[in-house]
C-alpha cells in the first residue's frame, strides 16, 4: 500500500505535471476574477474566500478524471481489480495520493491569492484551515465519478457535471466557516466540525462507491 | 388582478411539457413497433430456443 | 403461451421481459384511462375552488406546483430502488426502470421549477428566490440532467446502468446532505424581509384539489413509466435482432 502510494506521488509529480498544473488552473482562475468583478479592494476581501474556495474546487475537479485514467491505460487498472487487498483500500490509498499531489499544493498556494484578495490574516488563515479539511471530501467524492470516467469514452467534463452537485455541501460549510472567522456573530467552530464531519462522511462513501464502480465499468 | 396570466402561463406549460412526455413516449413505441414489425416482416424472429431473458444480448 | 403462465406472483417473475410486456399491455390502457379521469377531476376542482384570500387565485399554480415537485422526489427514489436491484439482485428490469425513470424525473423537476417560478412573481416579486427548497429542487434537476447525459453517452446499456446506479445511489445519499447544508447555507445569506415558503396552513378546501391532482400526477408518471420501459425493451430487442441478422448475413457468405 506504501509502495502504492509512492508510485502515485511520483507520477503525478513527475510526469506531465498534473499537481503543477492544478496550481497553476487554480492561480488562474483566482487571479481572472478581478477582471470580471473590478479592482475593488473592499469588493475583493469581502468575496475573497468564496473565490478562493470556488477556484480549488474547480481545480480539484480538473484534475480528477485522471485518477483511473492512467491505470485502465496501461492495464494496472485490472492488476489491482485482481489483487488480494481490498479494492476499497486500494482506492482509498490512490485518493490519499491524489490529494497529496494536487490539493496540499492547492492548500499551500491559497495564502498568496488570499493577499492578492486583500483578504485579512484571519481570513487567510480560516481558508486554508478549511480547505485543509474540505478538499480531502472534493477529492474522494470526485473518485466516484473518476471511477464512473473509466467506463466513458471521454469522461472529463461529463465527471465535473456530476461531481459538482454532490460538492455543493463541501462548498457551502467550508465559505461559511471562512466567513464565521472573520464576521463577529457567527460562530466558527460548527460549520467547521460539519465540514469535518462531512469529510469523513464522503471518506466512506467515496471509495466505496468507487470500489463498486470500477468493478461493473471493467468487465 | 393580473394574476390570471401567471395561473394560465402555469398550467399552459405544465400541460406542454406533458404533452410533450405523453407525444414523445407514445411515437417512441410506435416507431420501436414499426421496427419490430419490420425486422419481423424481413424474416427475422426471436428464435424460441433462445431464453427469453435477453434484454442485454 | 397461455394466460396462466404470464402471471406474475413474485418480483422476480417480472425479470422475464417477455411478461413484462403482456403485463404492460394490459396495464396501460387501463392506467391512462385512470389518469386522464383523475385530471379531469382534478382540473375541475382546481379551477372551482375558491381562491385563497392570502394568495388570491394564484393558489390554484400549487395545484401543480406540489404534485410536480412531489413527483421529481418520488422518481428520484424509484430510481434509486432501482439502482439497488440493478446491483443487488441484478435485475434485468431494473435497470431499464432506472434509465426511464430519469428523463421523466427531470421533465417533472422542470414543471416544478417553472410553475414555482411563476407563483414567485406575483407573490414574492421575484421569478427567483435563492430559498432552500428552490435551491435543492434546483440541484435535484441538475443532478438528473447529469444522469441522463452518463445514460446518453453510453453506447452499452447494461454497463451504464450499472455505472450510472452507482451514481444514482451516491447520490441519494446525498440529498439529505445537500439539502440540509442547503438550508444552513439560506439561514446565513437569506435577508429576513423575503416571504416565508411555507404559508397558512392548509385548508381542507385546497386540500382537496391538491389530493386529486397528486393522484393524477402519480398516475401519470406510472403510465409514462411502464410505456416507457416498454419502448426500451422493444428498442434493446430491435438492436439485438439487428445484430444478429447481420451475423448471419455474414455467415452466409
Sequence with gaps: MTALLLRDLKLSVRAGGGALIGVLFFMTVVAVIPFGVGPDLNLLSRIGPAIVWIGALLAVLLGLDRLFQAERDDGSLDLMLMHENPLVLTVLVKCLAHWLATCLPLVIASPLLGLFMNMSEAAIGAVMLTLLVGSPALTFIGAAGAAVAVALPRGGLLVSILVLPLAIPVLIFGVSASYAAVEDPAPFLPPFLILIAITLFFAVIGPLAAAVALRHASD | ?57 | MSDNSLAITKLSDLANPTRFLALAARLIPWLACLTAVAFAVGLYLSFTTEGDYQQGETVRIMYVHVPAAWLSMMCYTVMAVSAIGTLVWRHPLADVSARCAAPLGAAFTLIALITGSLWGKPMWGTWWVWDARLTSVFILFLMYLGLIALNRSMDDPSKAARVGAVLILVGFVNIPIIKFSVEWWNTLHQPASVIRMDGPTIDAEFLRPLLVMAVAFTLLFFTLHIAAMRNEIWRRRVNAQRRLAARMAGREQ
Design chain 2, 1 to 57: 388582478m393580473g394574476h390570471a396570466f401567471y395561473i394560465y402561463t402555469a398550467y399552459g406549460l405544465t400541460t406542454l411539457i406533458v404533452a410533450a412526455l405523453v407525444a414523445w413516449t407514445w411515437l417512441d413505441g410506435r416507431a420501436r413497433q414499426r421496427e419490430l414489425a419490420a425486422l419481423d416482416a424481413a424474416g427475422i424472429r426471436r428464435r424460441s430456443a433462445r431464453s427469453p431473458g435477453e434484454t442485454k444480448a
